[in-house]
């Protein structure tokens, strides 16, 4: 993270939003606020930020249509959701919408820096890597009937046309294709797309993986790319589908 990194915070809550705003700026970003759906629009068009804190229960048009608008029309852009404590409700949606983090409110700022960091750690490998890459010969992996372009970090589907993944999915599918016919659990998971902030035992990696069978797999609800082994974890076989 460097002093240039920009964080929009979108929280109707001025007192919340002014603390965020006190306890980021102290640590080096460049904070601006947005107290709807209309005023991140207009902070959007002065100038696309690194990342996004959005608030679920926003007035108007909620946070959850706000994180599918984002992440539409910017790809690299990192979003953290914050739900209500115990919502897990608003948790998987907005996953499903392609936030790449949440954190539920009452919230320690220090954990959602820490959180921060490593969303935006991901999405700067990930923008590095495809900015050196480019113009050179693409390294592609099979995954069922798609391609996983590893150094543009995007996955084609058998049409050629790009599918959007999140950094938590690259980083997952990366995974799984470096380690074909292997069962891999959570913990195993975390440590190999080097995400370890999460849980071992965070149901949102299964999310994840329940998006990415959507997304890849020819009869989702009989997933044969990225099995389940009961008990055990999950195996990628790369030949299937």
Sequence with gaps: MTTTT??????DDLAVREMLTEYLSTHGYQVSQAESGEAMRAQLARGVPDAVLLDVNLPGEDGL????????RHKQLGIIMVTAA????DRVVGLEMGADDYIAKPFDPRELRARLKSVLRRCEERAAQSSSQAGEARRRVPVGRCQLDLDAHQLLGPDGAEISLTSMEFDLLKTFTQHPNQVLNRDQLLTLSRNRDWEPFDRSIDIRIARLRRKIEPQPERPQIIKTVRGAGYMFVPDAG
């Design 6 to 11: 920009h964080v929009l915070i979108v929280e």
């Design 65 to 72: 249509n706000l994180a599918r608008y984002l992440r539409e």
């Design 86 to 89: 115990g919502d897990v409700v």
